[in-house]
């Protein structure tokens, strides 16, 4: 009589089966999910960065330039008009075959005539392939005449 009872509950009823791949179905689905933002996540911080690296490109072209206002004569290479709008694919590695252009814009300010002073500012354009958002990441700097 008690080895009867054993058999009859020895096994696994539809219902416990249900629920068991209904949790397999939801840590599958987290486990994927997960791993797509993270690819998104990785893929958006290369283009931040590779976007980083070019508008820094367009701050050292800035500072390479000649403005010397005490030589004879002045000068003044450090003006809006010798850094044209640049148009270049961004340096990120990928598989895929799509490129994702930045745009550098290079904007100078007089800050300051006595002591001279000038604001660099380059602006880097973007759209992340993703999204298609625009993202722009910038960077600024100060810089007084060549000594």
């Given amino acids: 009589m008690i080895l009867r009872r054993y058999c009859r509950t020895a096994g696994v ?45 367009g701050l050292e072209q800035t500072r390479a330039a000649k403005w010397d206002p005490t030589a004879s004569p002045p000068v003044d290479q450090l003006v809006s008009s010798n850094f044209p709008t640049i148009v270049t694919n961004l340096d990120v590695p990928a598989s895929s075959s799509r490129l994702v252009y930045g745009t550098n814009r290079t904007t100078i300010s007089v800050i300051s005539t006595n002591p001279q002073l000038r604001m660099i500012q380059v602006d880097c354009s973007w759209t992340f392939p993703a999204s ?12 007084a005449p060549d000594q």
Avoid at 136 to 143: D, F, L, M
């Fill in 13 to 57: 009823s539809l219902v416990e089966t249900c629920i068991a791949l209904a949790i397999a179905a939801f840590v599958t689905g987290g486990l994927v999910t997960g791993f797509v933002q993270a690819a998104r996540q990785t893929e958006s911080s290369a283009y931040v960065l590779a976007a980083q690296a070019q508008a820094s490109q």
């Fill in 132 to 143: 298609g958002r625009i993202y722009t990441n910038s960077i600024y700097t100060y810089r």
